[in-house]
């Protein structure tokens, strides 16, 4: 069984959907917390060295592939990483992205993913990085007159840069170009006739190192 058709809803049992995507958000937060409560104190010298952990803040834009998709809108997240290796990182992301809007009716993702990736080394104060991931997307419209929620799947490959400002902070970007699975839909605002569809995006990013 695929995570819409488990999850798909509409009418009322969407606000379950809903609450039920707020209460994954909460707990993939908690979970992050926890690491970062519980891990052991930083023996990294350098943001990109072994056992560096990162607290990341991005802002930025997103867009669907689909069809009959609007122009894209704005977008957020945050992001814990952690240095499993010098230039190799793990992730666990969450962001939330306004695809975009036709009048009052918006398609909303809130992807809740886990990430690789390698931080190629460019200079002392700036790496460029590529990376793959995988994650839960909760989907829904909202003011269409039929608004429907669902989790979907989704495989993605990430790219960006960051670099150094100070001691403890860096700067970048980051890209993502996701491939979502169970993405039919026939939302009279935004329809979908594709089994797969995809999703990109692009932020700035703020991370504090430690």
Known sequence: MSLRSAFVSNGTRSHHGIRGGVALVC??????????????????????????????????????????????????????TWFLAKGTAWSATVQHDVLGRYGRASEIEVPITTEFTRHLRWSESARPYVGIG????????????????DFRQGLYLSGGGNAVINAASLVGFDVRLVLEQDTRSINPTFPNSSASSTVWSTKLTYSRAF
């Open 27 to 80: 707990l993939a937060a908690a979970v992050s917390g926890l690491a970062l409560a519980a891990g052991p104190a930083r023996g990294a010298t350098g943001p990109w060295d072994d056992d560096a952990r990162w607290i990341s803040v991005r802002a930025g834009f997103a867009k669907s592939g689909a069809h009959f998709a609007p122009g894209g809108s704005f977008g957020y997240g945050f992001a814990y």
């Open 134 to 149: 995988w994650g839960a997307i909760f989907h829904k419209t909202y003011r269409t007159g039929a608004d429907e929620s």
